[in-house]
């Protein structure tokens, strides 16, 4: 993940999950170690599309929808694969090996972030930083490669910055990473997830 994608989703973070919609560069580029020009970068796009307005102090983040689909559509998921591979277990099993430290994402992440699945699913996908904790604990082969059968369990790249969120990714890259999912069932997924983002965005 680029590390625009990372302050994008710091952002949307702070105010999907905690109601805060104002931010300082200064403030987000020590939190996240990154330089002011990093956020400034990060904000042109989505200052264009008016989706940040800019003040002489700070930034506010006045449509959450529009830096929220902007992002899925330029996230590539597909670069942050390490590893595909097939084990002979159902999903929730799966799941309940997973060894601790790493981060759920997409339907697995949605099994803890909604109040119910919207669809079954037959494949896990964890964040990790280093494979070799998953081969370990599912005897995977050596080469890490998928087994002759449909691959049911695929670990995605950890960024740096992943760690502070938690054990399941956040609601907004739960979304954008199903966002890039060609299976059917992703879009009833994201569809679920929009709208617990709504229900939080607009509750009072």
Request: positive net charge.
């Given at each position: 993940m680029k590390k625009i994608e990372m302050i994008w989703r710091e952002i949307l973070f702070g105010a999907i999950e905690k109601k805060n919609f104002q931010f300082t560069q200064k403030e987000l580029a020590r939190d996240l170690g990154v330089s002011t020009s990093t956020i400034f970068q990060a904000l042109q796009v989505p200052r264009r599309m008016g989706a940040v307005r800019v003040t002489g102090r700070f930034f506010v983040l006045a449509d959450v929808e529009k830096l929220l689909y902007h992002w899925a559509n330029v996230r590539n998921l597909e670069k942050d694969v390490m590893l595909r591979s097939h084990?002979?277990?159902?999903?929730?099993?799966?799941?309940?090996?997973?060894?601790?430290?790493?981060?759920?994402?997409?339907?697995?992440?949605?099994?803890?972030?909604?109040?119910?699945?919207?669809?079954?699913?037959?494949?896990?996908?964890?964040?990790?930083?280093?494979?070799?904790?998953?081969?370990?604990?599912?005897?995977?082969?050596?080469?890490?490669?998928?087994?002759?059968?449909?691959?049911?369990?695929?670990?995605?790249?950890?960024?740096?910055?992943?760690?502070?969120?938690?054990?399941?990714?956040?609601?907004?890259?739960t979304f954008v990473d199903l966002w890039n999912l060609a299976d059917w069932q992703a879009k009833d997924f994201t569809k679920a997830l929009g709208e617990k983002i709504d229900g939080l965005l607009f509750e009072s």
């Open positions: 084990v002979d277990l159902p999903v929730l099993e799966i799941e309940g090996m997973i060894p601790a430290g790493l981060t759920f994402g997409l339907y697995s992440a949605c099994r803890q972030l909604l109040p119910q699945v919207p669809a079954d699913y037959d494949t896990v996908y964890v964040y990790a930083k280093d494979i070799l904790p998953i081969k370990e604990r599912f005897g995977l082969d050596k080469a890490g490669r998928a087994r002759p059968k449909r691959a049911n369990l695929v670990i995605l790249k950890a960024d740096p910055m992943l760690g502070r969120y938690g054990s399941v990714t956040t609601l907004a890259q």
